[in-house]
């Protein structure tokens, strides 16, 4: 018995796995015709100033439509953009399509608009000097440097590739600031912090849930935030959901947060909206 049953778990896992593989197959073909096929489209997400509710940051975050599936989670196609070699070119057209909406709201943002970006560290070794292709592109829409933020993640800086660090200056150089997404979650070493030009750290969302519950917790994000502070840096909240998480957050002297407390990703014409109307109202 105990063998059969052996035999039809060693079925039912390969069953599986296959179908797995060959969902992530049919996957992977859908996505790469996705772009072509406009099934992509970004989203923005406000980035609010705590002190005072100003509105004039934002993240970019790439949404996929699939036409059976519907909207397929990033945490998905994401890393299968990374490993079927697809995801240079979709940064790239993020950022692209993020400018041309800058662009358009120019005359309700005077200029300050900043959207950031987030960048697979694979963008960081494709061999391609993203920092010029992304200025004359800036360029053409009468934008600079100044419009965007890249969101990199800490694992990108630990290994001490000189290739990365010419990288960064190269967008520091055209104005662009830097920020760590998801700050906190992956390494311990903080010295990346002292040796690359970093403007923003992001708490990562897990440390803002728990600022409800967890006095230690607490004093994690204070020390962080004092830390960052010291350092020359700005902090972002990400995850922001509840009126206790934005007060702790404003009083320990957080800069800005970003999360459903204040509003979702939104489409483009309802992040517009909230530009025309909410931009310097309170919070
Ligand atoms: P991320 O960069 O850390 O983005 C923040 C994620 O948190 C987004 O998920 C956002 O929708 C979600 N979020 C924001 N506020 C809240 C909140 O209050 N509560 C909760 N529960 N979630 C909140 P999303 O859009 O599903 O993206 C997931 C991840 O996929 C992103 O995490 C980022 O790592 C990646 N991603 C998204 N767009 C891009 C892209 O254009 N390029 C690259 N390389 N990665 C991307
Ligand atoms: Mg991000
Ligand atoms: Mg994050
Ligand atoms: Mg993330």
């Not at 990033?74 to 890393?79: G, H, K, W």
């Not at 933020?149 to 600031?177: K, N, V, W, Y």
Request: glycine share 6%; hydrophobic share 45%; aromatic share 8%.
């Amino acid at each position: 018995a105990a063998k059969a049953a052996g035999q039809n778990c060693y079925a039912y896992f390969t069953a599986s796995l296959q179908e797995t593989a060959q969902n992530r197959l049919q996957l992977a073909n859908a996505l790469r015709s996705a772009m072509e096929l406009e099934q992509l489209h970004v989203v923005f997400q406000p980035i609010v100033r705590l002190s005072d509710g100003h509105l004039h940051k934002a993240e970019a975050l790439l949404r996929w439509v699939h036409p059976v599936r519907g909207l397929v989670s990033p945490a998905e196609f994401i890393p299968l953009a990374e490993e079927i070699g697809l995801i240079s070119d979709m940064g790239n057209w993020v950022f692209e399509e993020a400018m041309r909406k800058v662009s358009q709201w120019m005359p309700l943002h005077h200029g300050q608009l900043q959207i950031s970006v987030n960048m697979s560290p694979l963008q960081f070794h494709s061999g391609r000097d993203t920092a010029s292709v992304w200025l004359d592109y800036l360029h053409r829409l009468d934008l600079s440097g100044s419009n965007v933020i890249i969101e990199i993640t800490e694992g990108l800086l630990l290994h001490a590739d000189p290739t990365i660090s010419i990288q960064l200056l190269g967008f520091r150089d055209m104005g662009i600031q830097v920020a760590i997404d998801d700050f906190g979650t992956g390494y311990s070493s903080l010295a990346y912090l002292q040796k690359f030009d970093i403007d923003y750290l992001k708490i990562d969302q897990a440390f803002v849930r728990a600022l409800d519950t967890d006095s230690g917790n607490q004093a994690l994000v204070e020390a962080i935030v004092v830390m960052a502070h010291k350092l020359g840096l700005k902090v972002i909240a990400e995850g922001v959901e509840t009126a206790a998480q934005r007060d702790f957050l404003r009083n320990i002297g957080c800069d800005y947060a970003q999360g459903y407390l204040f509003a979702k990703p939104l489409q483009p014409d309802d992040f517009e909206a909230m530009l025309r109307g909410k931009a310097d109202s309170e919070i």
